[in-house]
């Protein structure tokens, strides 16, 4: 599956080879089913959603929807992580735990972060683009998440500890399935093992406190030792593979679509761009809640234990092709991040990380894809490979 050449709507057919690659039975019938109408139940599978304004409705009601119920990601990441990560709460004690949350991400301390972590590995992929190497955007966003994680967990940021780091992680994430509802009791053990490592210095820095490390931050925020350690394995499985999964496929879209050069002349918005991309490829593909109370979703009646499968991929895709220059209308903005109280809290972070690898790669010059392959069965699908060149070293 490689490829130099540029055809019309070449896009198209690469995302859907990353998502045919990543899921060849899950993807195809999850368009068979949106297929049927915006909500469909599904035997074994759960009633799917693929609707961006009734996805939304349901991201935002939580009294008939929870992330806590049977079939809700609390069935995976409880046993692994314990009761309190966010992602697997709701009510007051989550809201209580977001609003002294609230102040982590600050745009002041974002920018600081990727200085701190980014501007060395970034400023190697600019050094070698321009040296004419070719180098593979994959192993670029694994680094950067790996300099991201040790950062998160409090270690020194050493070039030497990047590449395990982001090894351990997606370790974890590979563990979960699509339509799996838990995980198996060796995979928890082993997840719990791989976290328990990785968290561990995360204690460490929390009891050191200071604002210099994450965890230190989250101490002087108010959180307690169990709650700390639970946000940073939260932030480890929800921002580490769906930057390595976005930020190639935002470069090859862009380069499929004739927008790499606009980008780097400045006459393409690249905000817009990042945006249309991420509504294109949607890194986090479906989102579950278990129905907490009778209702109804679109005139479907639903009732307590149902689990509804949200295709946030689907909902985001209806609105047509990659188009940056229309504005996304109010249903479908910002989708790919959520809605309502789970809304991603490492939004400013993720937004701050995309920018610096792409203003990397454009601060090289004119580039070209010169080669891919999509990553095969993996649960955020994404490429395992894709190189870029300097146009005038290809
Ligand atoms: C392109 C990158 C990212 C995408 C597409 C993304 C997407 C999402 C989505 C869709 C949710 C909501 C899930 C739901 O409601 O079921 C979410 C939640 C979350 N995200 Fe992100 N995320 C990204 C990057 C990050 C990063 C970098 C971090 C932090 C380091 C992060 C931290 C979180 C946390 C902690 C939650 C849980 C919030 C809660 O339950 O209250 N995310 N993310």
């Keep these: 599956m490689t490829t130099a050449a540029v055809r019309p709507a070449a896009w198209d057919r690469w995302e859907n080879r990353v998502q045919t690659s990543a899921h060849p039975v899950a993807h195809r019938l999850l368009r068979a089913i949106a297929a049927r109408g915006p909500v469909v ?18 991201l935002c009601d939580t009294t008939h929807f929870t992330k806590t119920g049977p079939g809700s990601p609390a069935d995976l990441w409880t046993p692994v992580l314990g ?15 977001r609003r002294r949350l609230s102040g982590l991400f600050t745009p002041g301390y974002v920018a600081a972060l990727c200085e701190r972590v980014l501007a060395q590995p970034l400023a190697e992929l600019t050094h070698r683009l321009r040296s004419g190497e070719e180098v593979d955007l994959v192993r670029v966003a694994q680094t950067c998440a790996g300099a ?13 500890r990047f590449a395990t780091a982001h090894a351990e992680a997606a370790e974890v994430t590979g563990m979960v399935r699509l ?22 210095s995360a204690v460490t820095a929390y009891r050191r406190g200071g604002e210099e490390t994450l965890p230190g931050r989250l101490r002087a925020l108010g959180l307690s030792e169990e709650e700390a350690r639970g946000a940073v394995g939260a932030f480890l499985l929800t921002g580490t593979e769906t930057l390595v999964s976005f930020v190639p496929r935002l470069i090859a879209i862009c380069h499929d679509t004739g ?31 278990s129905v907490a109370r009778s209702a109804e979703i679109g005139g479907v009646p639903v009732e307590p234990g149902d689990r509804v499968v949200v295709a946030t991929l689907l909902c985001a895709q209806a609105y047509g092709p990659f188009a940056p220059e229309l504005p996304h209308p109010p249903e479908v903005r910002r989708l790919w991040f959520g809605a309502g109280p789970h809304f991603c809290l490492g939004m400013p972070l993720a937004m701050a990380q995309i920018r610096a690898v792409l203003t990397a790669v ?21 490429y395992a490979r894709l190189t870029v060149k300097l146009r005038s070293a290809s």
């Design 148 to 160: 991201a994680i040790c950062e998160i967990v409090g270690l020194p940021v050493d070039p030497r």
């Design 362 to 382: 454009l601060a090289a010059g004119p580039t070209d894809v010169t080669g891919r392959r999509t990553a095969r069965r993996v649960l955020i699908p994404g």
């Design 83 to 97: 009761p309190s990560v966010l992602l697997n709460m709701e009510g007051p004690d989550h809201a209580a735990l």
């Design 41 to 58: 139940r599904v035997p074994r599978v759960g009633v799917v959603v693929s609707d961006a304004a009734l996805a939304r409705e349901v």
């Design 259 to 289: 927008r790499l050069d606009g980008l780097g002349d400045g006459t393409a918005d690249l905000d817009a761009v990042v945006e249309e991309a991420l509504r294109i490829t949607v890194p986090s593909p479906v989102m579950l809640r």
């Design 179 to 200: 339509w799996r509802h838990s995980m198996t009791t060796r995979q928890v053990a082993r997840a719990r093992e791989v976290l328990g490592r990785l968290t561990a």
